[in-house]
């Protein structure tokens, strides 16, 4: 007996034409087990979750407390200084955001997406979350070099330093448009 073609829906309402059976009961028992498996990503986004809130807490006091340190001493400490610590908090910061990030997306991606985020923050697949991913980077070996330069570092060690930055962002922006910029 020949099979009849059966119109499948898959997950966003679509349809495809599959000559196949309707799964059986087993099938769909052993479908519901794998897919409840995707919930193993709440544990991850869950962990980085904390890590970013701690990392922002931590960070936020300890800027606070350089900040109270200058105004004790009454402006007589070196305002230069000051400055490399806030741009090192910068960095701490950026990074408790790529863990929040990181988080999210992973719950996006795995868990639910209805989530409200801007659109700039959707994730529609994992080469969304890697897009974001790489931009803070690029934001974060900008202000790590930047921390370096302020606190006076210079010669040959400097110009290392930036070539080793300048490859890592290359080699980042030559994969993002290799990769990622042939969806469009």
Request: net charge negative; aromatic share 10%.
């Amino acid at each position: 007996m020949e099979e009849t073609p059966q119109t499948v829906f898959d997950a966003k309402g679509s349809s495809a034409c599959a000559s196949a059976k309707a799964p059986s009961k087993r099938g769909v028992a052993a479908r519901r087990v794998v897919g409840g498996t995707r919930m193993i990503a709440l544990i991850p986004a869950f962990a980085l979750a904390i890590c970013a809130f701690a990392l922002t807490i931590a960070t936020a006091v300890d800027a606070f407390t350089a900040i109270a340190h200058y105004v004790e001493a009454g402006g007589d400490g070196s305002l230069n200084q000051l400055a490399i610590e806030l741009v090192e908090y910068t960095d701490m910061f950026l990074l408790s955001v790529v863990l929040y990030i990181v988080a999210l997306g992973l719950v996006c991606l795995f868990v639910t997406d209805t989530i409200p985020l801007p659109k700039w923050l959707e994730f529609h697949d994992l080469d969304d979350l890697k897009e974001r991913l790489i931009s803070v980077i690029v934001v974060m070996l900008g202000v790590y070099f930047l921390g370096v330069v302020l606190s006076g570092k210079g010669g040959l060690e400097l110009v290392w330093l930036g070539v080793g930055i300048c490859l890592v962002i290359a080699a980042l922006t030559f994969f993002t448009s290799a990769v990622f910029k042939h969806r469009e």
